[in-house]
Structures are given as C-alpha cells and as structure tokens.
C-alpha cells in the first residue's frame, strides 16, 4: 500500500510560479514510477508529468513542455511538480499517482492516487 498526500497547490496570477509536492508513504517509494494528473472542472482526468523509478527519464504533456517540471527526491519520499509561467487554462486540480509500470498517460494504470490539490491561476 501507499498513501499519497499533495500539498503547494494555491491562487495564482498568470505568469507566476507554483511548486506541487507529493508525499508518499510506505518504504517503496523507488519501486513506484509517479505522475502527476490534472482535472478541470467538466473535463477528463488528464496526464501532466512522469517519472520513472529512480527519476533518470521523465515524460511531459505537451501542453505543459517548457514550463513545468518533474522531479522526485527518493530519499524523501517525495515527487514534486514545478509549475512555471501559468495560464489560466491551468487551473484544475492536481493529483499525484503512483504505479510500477512506465505507462506514464493512462489513469487508470496507476494503482494509488493523492487525494488532490487546488491550483487557480487567475488571468
């Protein structure tokens, strides 16, 4: 089993800045690839960010290429999202996942999901 609790999601302007951090517990955490998803209200649930095991080969959206990044601390336990130059079309909310296959886009492949966060970027 793992838990997964994000945390950093907020109100923003456009233009600005926010970092999303994903704290997991249990003590196999390398054994897990972690993506980050996103969630409009009256949209699908949609695929951000992964990153593989030890975070040597990360996968981005394209809609978020060049301004967010993905990274994970396995000696904290913790996958984190830097959300940089945010447009209003970014506003959802944010939920971390976890899974042991690199199958990166595809929701339903994560086995342990966050229980999300708010991001609002404001124009």
């Known amino acids: 089993q793992v838990q997964l609790v994000e945390s950093g999601g907020g109100l923003v302007q456009a233009g600005g800045s926010l970092r999303l951090s994903c704290a997991a517990s249990?003590?196999?955490?390398?054994?897990?690839?972690m993506g980050w998803f996103r969630q409009a209200p009256g949209k699908e649930r949609e695929f951000v960010a992964a990153?593989?095991?030890?975070?040597?080969?990360?996968s981005c959206a394209d809609s978020v290429k060049g301004r967010f990044t993905i990274s994970r601390d396995n000696a904290k336990n913790t996958v984190y999202l830097q959300m940089n130059s945010l447009k209003p079309e970014d506003t959802a909310v944010y939920y971390c996942a976890a899974t042991p296959r690199w199958v990166v886009v595809t929701p339903h492949e994560y086995d342990y999901w966050g229980q999300g966060t708010q991001v609002t970027v404001s124009s």
């Open positions: 990153i593989k095991w030890s975070g040597g080969s990360t």
């Open positions: 249990g003590r196999t955490f390398s054994s897990y690839v």
